[in-house]
Nanobody, 125 residues
């Protein structure tokens, strides 16, 4: 399993970014892919997930209504569209994958064994 993130950068508050997670080496419909983030001095936080089996999604309360997770099957890529960004969204964002065919609402609490290298998102004026 290989996961490669891209799309991070610096943006002003209120701006937008789209992160990409290119996935390979596994059967997508048997896995869940989740975006996590970790800010300096803080614990890692689950942000959003998408279940491969049915494309169901789930969001942390902190990003609900601002972030959208989608997938492109043809490109084996999962996206995280981030709008209305706030300084508190500043973190390194990682995508992770694990075998899961259950409900998306449990996705942020699962144990993940496959991780990307991370991409930095900085929101600052």
């Amino acid at each position: 399993v290989q996961l490669v993130e891209s799309g991070g950068g610096s943006v002003q508050p209120g701006g937008s970014l789209r992160l990409s997670c290119a996935a390979s080496g596994f059967t997508y419909d048997r896995y869940i892919i989740t975006w996590f983030r970790q800010a300096p001095g803080k614990e890692r936080e689950g942000v959003s997930c998408i279940v491969g089996r049915d494309s169901s999604t789930y969001y942390a309360d902190s990003v609900k209504g601002r972030f959208t997770i989608t997938r492109d099957n043809a490109k084996n890529t999962v996206y995280l569209q981030m709008n209305s960004l706030k300084p508190e969204d500043t973190a390194v964002y990682y995508c992770a994958a694990t075998f899961w065919r259950g409900r998306a609402e449990y996705g942020l609490g699962l144990s993940y064994e496959n991780w990307g290298q991370g991409t930095q998102v900085t929101v600052s004026s």
